[in-house]
């Protein structure tokens, strides 16, 4: 089993090299959505493509170069495996594996990196709205949910969120 203990930090708002990287990005979280959510979008074709507009390479673009926050990449094999974004307010935009390197650590790298970021830049929780099929992942590594399901992209999302304890 790989387990991959450190994420590269990418910084997307100023390296041009690493913004020639957005289309294998789109293609690890394209994968996760079609193949790794099926619990979310049972297969309805409606919503898969709902939410693969809500995470288009131009939207994605718009995310990653266009905010405020961090990005994250784990790389296996020299191809990008998993993708994370954290905003500077510690919300969690990002954070999907390609359906070939699921446990094998990688989401826990790349939250754990986002968590740690979030750290230094002192704050003291994560948020995020969860899939049905990541909830459990995310309570796992400490995660709560906060409110009722909320609608994203046609099904429900689950508020989570996480204290921070500084390290």
């Not at 041009?16 to 294998?24: D, F, H, N, P, V």
């Not at 989401?107 to 986002?114: F, I, K, M, N």
Request: glycine share 8%; net charge negative; proline share 2%.
């Amino acid at each position: 089993m790989l387990f991959i203990k450190e994420c590269i930090v990418f910084d997307f708002t100023t390296d041009k090299a690493q913004r020639e990287q957005l289309g294998a990005i789109d293609t690890v979280i394209s994968d996760a959505i079609v193949n790794l959510c099926e619990q979310d979008h049972q297969n309805q074709v409606h919503l898969i493509e709902t939410w693969l507009t809500q995470r288009s390479p131009e939207n994605l673009e718009r995310l990653l170069f266009g905010g405020s926050g961090q990005g994250f990449v784990s790389i296996v094999d020299g191809q990008i495996a998993g993708v994370a974004f954290i905003d500077t307010d510690g919300r969690l935009h990002l954070c999907y594996v390609h359906s070939s390197y699921t446990a094998q650590g990688i989401g826990r790298a790349l939250l754990a990196s986002a968590e740690q970021q979030a750290r230094a830049w002192g704050l003291t929780q994560v948020t995020m709205t969860s899939t049905a099929t990541a909830k459990e992942f995310y309570l796992a590594q400490g995660y709560s949910q906060t409110g009722d399901p909320v609608t994203c992209f046609g099904m429900p999302g689950f508020p989570l969120a996480k204290r921070l304890i500084a390290l």
